[in-house]
């Protein structure tokens, strides 16, 4: 199966696409705190995909592209893109809960720990967090430690604030908007 990279602008800096004729497989988010790709990611992407350097982007499927990029730029998750995940299924089960948690909202590692039925597994919801492919998409953002600080992300701080300060002036916006 072959994978397309294609690097975008988005709101809050670059971003790196990954997908297939018709999936998501990665988002990487580029900023002034995390400008680089992962290589380790990229180095298993390769074991997964063929992928195909010397048409960097060129063979991308530009209209689910630009849905991710339209997502990405206003805020919101397009129901109809669908991802091709990788991982195991630990990863892919924090993962799935974490799609479950509702734009504007937070929770913590603990939370999620419970919510996939180990709850002892705070700190392994982390590590599942930190290797989650599809930045945004799959809401690691949305995470947070139990002190109630913003706490890591792999994208940076400033980037993970942004997004939840952006989706809850969505949210704060469509109540305004019904009233």
Not at 58 to 78: R, V
Not at 94 to 122: D, F, H, M, R
Not at 126 to 131: F, L, M, Q
Request: charged content about 25%; overall charge positive.
């Amino acid at each position: 199966m072959k994978a397309y990279f294609s690097k975008r602008d988005w709101k809050f800096g670059r971003a790196v696409i990954i997908t297939t004729d018709d999936k998501l497989v990665g988002v990487e988010l580029l900023s002034n705190e995390h400008n680089t790709m992962d290589e380790r990611r990229h180095s298993f992407l390769e074991k997964t995909f063929e992928i195909d350097y010397q048409h960097f982007g060129e063979h991308a499927n530009k209209e689910l592209l630009d849905k991710i990029i339209n997502c990405l730029n206003n805020g919101t998750i397009d129901k109809s893109i669908e991802f091709h995940v990788i991982g195991t299924p630990f990863q892919k089960a924090v993962w799935s809960a974490l799609c479950q948690v509702p734009t504007g909202t937070t929770v913590t590692y603990k939370q999620i720990a419970e919510v996939i039925g180990n709850p002892k597994a705070a700190r392994a919801v982390g590590t599942a967090c930190k290797n989650n492919p599809i930045a945004y998409f799959i809401p690691c953002h949305r995470i947070l430690p139990s002190n109630g600080e913003t706490g890591q992300y792999r994208w940076g701080r400033g980037i993970k604030q942004q997004l939840l300060d952006r989706e809850k002036a969505n949210i704060a916006q469509r109540q305004e908007a019904t009233v």
